[in-house]
């Protein structure tokens, strides 16, 4: 099925593509590392207090080249990580070489199967436990929640409820998770308990993820603290807005090297992600639609010039369709069959079901073709075809290499800061979900003002005393949406 | 001192410049109901119930042709009204001529003095009780939290602590209002603790208002349950973002008829009012420099391209100086003597003291020319001049014609909804300060959409609960920023 | 018909609105030289040599600050200059008393009835002779070619040909011109041959105005030299493209206050106009639709990512409508009934005929309701109503002040340039249409770069030489197209 | 020096990198053609008539996929085509292995030697003359004018004037070239002339190529007609513009992932190119700083609200440095040593001694370290670093894959168009430089414009009269600038 597998670097304590990848990883860290200030200062300031000295942590994130400079920040101060990717195409060969070069358990190539990919997720949870036996992290770096769901659900079953493993699947990725958490069962029959014994807490960066946490929270089954790091303004405001911005183009055009300008660009949802989308596509000159559920979400969009309807009234104008919500079924079968001849079609939200693409490919009448990597052509019945990018996985990832360091050192500054905050406050944090403070944000921000050249003005401490805050900050109430 | 006062028109329960304009403010009135949406739905809606029927509503709230709209609205649900500006030069006379004309009582030109503006405050404030006397209002429209001071601080003094009325005063109008209070202690001794006893609540809608209201609250001093209307996003994230972009060019254009493009622009503050300010500047070619205290929103500023720096850098280089920060001496005396020759001065923020006018008008060897009504020219000692628009009041309002009533129709449906809460729930409210719930949020937003043609996609039961939200909304968790 | 016409000063050779009005004229003369570098750099190089010497020049255009800073630069090089507007609401009162009152003679006030508008020309025309008698200029500044109509066809009429004055007139416009020509012809029968024989050249800024020139050039009818200054690219695409992105929506706001953004607003023609509106009204968050007829200006639209499609598809959906073609029925009286309720129409492109201005006035069953100066509102038969804005006179100027100072220093510049060249060849020219050189062109965009800080590279010889130009300029071939 | 070149496909009238990549190039190519609509129209058009019909072609431009439909529609004309690529780095191995493996001779892979690329051109020029020998083509497609120099060049050495050949090289590729004319002149004494002989035309369509053949015509030594296809608006507009702001940020992105927003992006020229790269870069939230030479580019930039300054001035502050002007050093060494640490420099103007790279690597205590292909690294001995991409050749080709399809369509219709009227006109024209008429242009607008769902409107014969057009266009005059 991947052919390439065979040629894979099987040497030492990881699974990656090809370890004579790591040279130019490594020149490839160098540059990142001096677009990321945010880790960086992290790494400057805790370096002799080490504040994760010890700590097992397991990541479940996007292998990139900058993952791999989160990576080498958590090992600065104390950490000792094993790391898989969040996604099967998300990975960047080199990054995870280089890594992997440097000692450090990692499993990741780009990719992967579904079997693989949650192979590689059991490998990265597996920390030899110093008796000869392997046991789980104490803290884990989620994005999208899988590690999260792995430990509950295998928790769950060794608690005895079989309920879920032996439910009906409602995908093929379902039926892997289930085959995996029974062969788990059965070679490790304790594992995921002695695991969630010492498992701390989990920091979780994505929207999707954090809606599960909050859900498990709610509904009393959370077993750990966790920090909602997607809601950090210097993540949702950053990672999603100005990440996707700079992203989502830059995927569509090694995809597909197309001319956005004149074309209709179809944008289905308008939060962050959304957002910087819409407006990416714009500036290049596309008649951007969105479609949207929420009515305020719609008249910002209105009110930002775009044309809001629904995703039935843009087929047969629509060139190219983005999702960005997060939920499911945004383009259907039925959609698809209807587009313009040669439409692009393309997910930056979260999970490949964004876009029907199991049931596109199960249609009958439908012919396949691979156009190169991540680009496959779907032929119709009628004569018209369609461009899927990324197996409806996310195309900044697939396509590309995801967001740039910059970006991405406000999300892992934040990661870093709630895994030392989770770390630090391990004996009181109740197992529910918590934000980071805002003052953690504003430094989050500040660290990166510097290499941009920023000058912050500073209150007097009359002009403080008069709109109520501290000269130091916070600034803004909890409920300020910037 | 105002010459123009002679030409009142007095008839009536009102004082207003010339009732004679009450015609072409009505034409305007017409034009403006079909901008308004989210208004006219509230009026349809509650027609039959009539849900403030017979309460005694005051407002302090620029009188302009929006919220004249707001005035006819709140009478349609059965209120009892009677209102003033809350700034000295934002009336539109043919937009207060027309409410008097159908009776309900209004006090406001534009040019008060501060001596007339807060008497107008007071005959806003002053219903017939029916027994021959006077009694204050059960609820409070406010808008920068004049009337809410006023109250508070008159009930004070009749509770016997003279403290503050015989405190020095910071400001020319600080010794206006503690002699009002004086003179109303005077004269109506139990005023406001029998107005205290009735009113019922108060909705805010701007920063500066609100940050007043959380401190009372705070202190335990609130005397009132008390609507947050500045934080709703259809508020926050309209009014001042979308608002300001259409109406600070229009004040700076109808005040200089300046060129903007290639000008150098500093925009002090980048929250709501400053992102508006800043859009619309970039668009029509100005160069813009933002200053900020704030590092997350500094770093927002430098991710849309703005250099971000001090104020004192910008001297010499700026033409135009735009202040929206909430906050005090923000352009103080120095920098104006340090600005370009011909710099324009102005501010978007809130009170006047955003930019020291006080101290420029006392500083020896500035001469001051008035151009124009609202434009006024200083020639300093080394032949430099500056222009300084409204006397440092809001820019939109004095120079033109303040926000356009589309947006506004969403910060007053707000408002409308905040007083039918405030008055369904008078008895089990607490003295604190309240946001409007999500779910009215998103129906003040619901309410502009077909006006503007967009139309909103359903989500299905099976997506709803996917991301766990009702078919019906509300979408988004309480943090989410839009 | 104008009943103001009885407040007017008539002091002194000068017919406008009030004199009273040129202290604040004076102010903003003064604000407005600031702006005007150009200008004021040219009557520097020129205050002693004098290069228009005691030569007598008209000037036909909009009387309004700028201008005159134009008038004054021209008597500051020595010309003797009489002015009307080229427009009967264009003047602004208090510049014309600002020129008045320094005793230059002037005839213009905004409002004028057309019987008024062509006596200002003749006036404007009508020079004393030193004999008793009265002459017409040596130069002409025009504006849409309304002076050299009224001189060709007055010459006409002299020279025997009646038909045209004694033809079938196409508008009420025409017939008043025909009039003044027979009168003229009456009392001062060699009047146009006593001046075409004095005649040097004329000037025009306006692409419909060019248009004329180079058909009478075509048709070997010109009388005199002409520079064609609208086609400098500091005019053409200065003036049209940034002085309508400032001053579009400066007319709309001032009109009809109207919330910009969220709005489908249809801009019909793509030339400089028409992009500088475009533009704009996107800034504001409008939605544009673009109407063309070359397919060239088309395809740039759909670049830019406007939809582009025919007036007749957006009837029901628009909002705003901007004519900015100098074509005529653009926007005609059945487009006009069939628009959604309340749209607004107005025009900046040139002549009035843009809009059917004259049909919708004589149509059956159409209301008209003026709702302030320049902004009258029609109701049709259904009870749509639509907004017609200036009379479908330019928009900018009728409802605000036209351009700003600083785009009009780039076209009063080449004005002044081409003026001093027509006098200085006009012993050499033909009677044909000429460009000013591309030297002049460059010279007039350096006279404006130090004013908003712009620091030029400078070529070395080396370079200068590899792409084969002067180290000084000219730096691009006629055809480039900046 | 270049290690795969013993991977080459040598089968057949080629050389290219691989065969095997056909079949790809093909997919690409289907996909290319429905972005093509100009091309595949005039296909169309002239599959009956052949106007081309056995007339040899050499083309000189980029080997991409674009190219690839602009050969095969040559081809469908009727041309019997050779090509080569016109830069080192351009060529697309996949669109030339699918151009060789239909039969046409090709000679062009991605990273040839200065002299392999010579040497491709002259077999791009060598056709079989059916006597056993070679000659020249009869028409020629020129980017740059690289194939038009050599044939120049080549045929003023036969005429016996050795001295250029013998000159001094200024470069390494000057030497390249005459080493290759001396062998040429060894081999084949009389081949320039018999090609001179059979020589039609060149149709040309680069600004550098564009001037070096009015140079040679201003100089007499123009040996044919020539089409400036490169100001067509259809191109100058649409390729420079268009093309640059959607590739520029591509070639960076695929080079150095880096985030555009919060940069300092300074762009060297402001002409077309420059203006779509610095349109591109704003919207990425850079802060873009233009350098000119040219006073009304410079204003031109200055009202778009650039920072216009001199390169100087931004050393230390400038993160990307990008010359779009066609001239040399403008990036000198000196420049380049003064940088901010880590800054990205680049060239998508034309040659690579836009930037001094030569000098560069000449240059003692700079260490040089190669990235990845197209990405090196320059460390400077007080240990700044810059990051030089594609060797300063044009980064939108080399580190992207230049222009994308629909532009290159509006470009390539026009050297087709060219090409035809060339042909059609051999007899008449005189060796001179001509541009495409304006109907032509117009008409390659008019072919792209059904793709993108433009609708145009049509003039009624009334309005054509009146603007003096003929109501099919062509709509503009001569001098006309878009």
Chains 1, 2, 3, 4 share one sequence.
């Not at 894979?8 to 304590?13: A, I, K, L, R």
């Not at 000869?132 to 079953?157: F, N, S």
């Amino acid at each position: 099925m991947n052919a390439q597998l065979k040629s894979f670097s099987t040497e030492g304590d990881y699974k990656i593509r090809d370890i004579a990848l790591a040279d130019w990883g490594r020149k490839e860290l160098d540059i990142a590392e001096h677009e990321m200030p945010g880790l960086m200062s992290i790494r400057k300031k805790h370096a002799a207090t080490l504040p994760l000295k010890g700590v097992r942590v397991t990541g479940s994130l996007h292998m990139t080249i900058q993952t791999a400079v989160l990576i080498e920040t958590l090992k600065d101060i104390g950490a000792d990580v094993r790391w898989a990717s969040c996604n099967i195409f998300s990975t960047q060969d080199h990054a995870a070489a280089a890594i992997a070069a440097t000692g450090t358990p990692v499993f990741a190539w780009k990719g992967e199967t579904l079997e693989e990919y949650w192979d590689c997720t059991l490998d990265a949870l597996s920390f030899p436990d110093g008796k000869g036996g392997l046991i789980g992290p104490e803290l884990v770096v989620d994005d999208g929640g899988d590690v999260t769901l792995l430990i509950h659900k295998g928790y769950e079953l060794e608690k005895g409820d079989e309920s879920w493993v032996n439910s009906a699947s409602g995908s093929h990725e379902e039926s892997v998770i289930k085959a995996l958490l029974k062969r788990v069962h059965a070679e490790r029959p304790d594992f995921w308990t002695r695991t969630v014994a010492e498992w701390k807490g989990v920091s979780e960066e994505t929207t999707t993820g954090v809606h599960r946490l909050y859900q498990l929270a709610q509904d009393g089954k959370l077993l750990v603290p966790a920090i909602n790091v997607n809601d950090s303004v210097t993540k949702s405001k950053f990672d999603n807005l100005y990440g996707c911005r700079e992203s989502l183009a830059d995927g569509l055009k090694r995809a597909m090297d197309v001319m956005l300008a004149g074309k209709v660009a179809v944008v289905c949802g308008y939060g962050d992600v959304g957002k910087g989308c819409a407006d990416s596509l714009r500036a290049y000159g596309a008649r951007v639609v969105v479609t949207e559920i929420d009515p305020i979400c719609a008249l910002q969009a209105a009110m930002e010039g775009y044309e809001v309807t629904t995703i039935e009234e843009t087929l047969g104008r629509g060139d190219i369709y983005v999702t960005t919500t997060g939920n499911k079924d945004i383009i259907r079968v039925e959609h698809m069959q209807a587009m313009k001849d040669q439409a692009i079609v393309c997910n930056i939200g979260h999970f490949d079901n964004e876009i029907q693409v199991d049931a596109l490919n199960a249609l009958k009448g439908v012919e396949k073709i691979n156009i190169k990597p991540q680009v496959d052509k779907y032929v119709f019945g009628n004569g018209n075809a369609i461009f899927l990018l990324a197996d409806g996985r996310l195309v900044n990832l697939g396509c590309a290499t995801g967001h740039p360091s910059f970006v991405m050192s406000n999300s892992f500054a934040n990661q870093t800061l709630a895994q030392i905050d989770l770390w630090a406050n391990k004996d009181t944090y109740a197992n529910k979900v918590y934000l980071l403070p805002k003052q953690l944000d504003e430094e989050v921000a500040r660290l990166h003002l510097e290499k941009i050249g920023v000058k912050l003005t500073r209150l007097t401490q009359e002009q403080a005393d008069y709109i109520g805050v501290p000269v130091e900050g916070p600034f803004k109430p909890d409920h300020y949406r910037y």
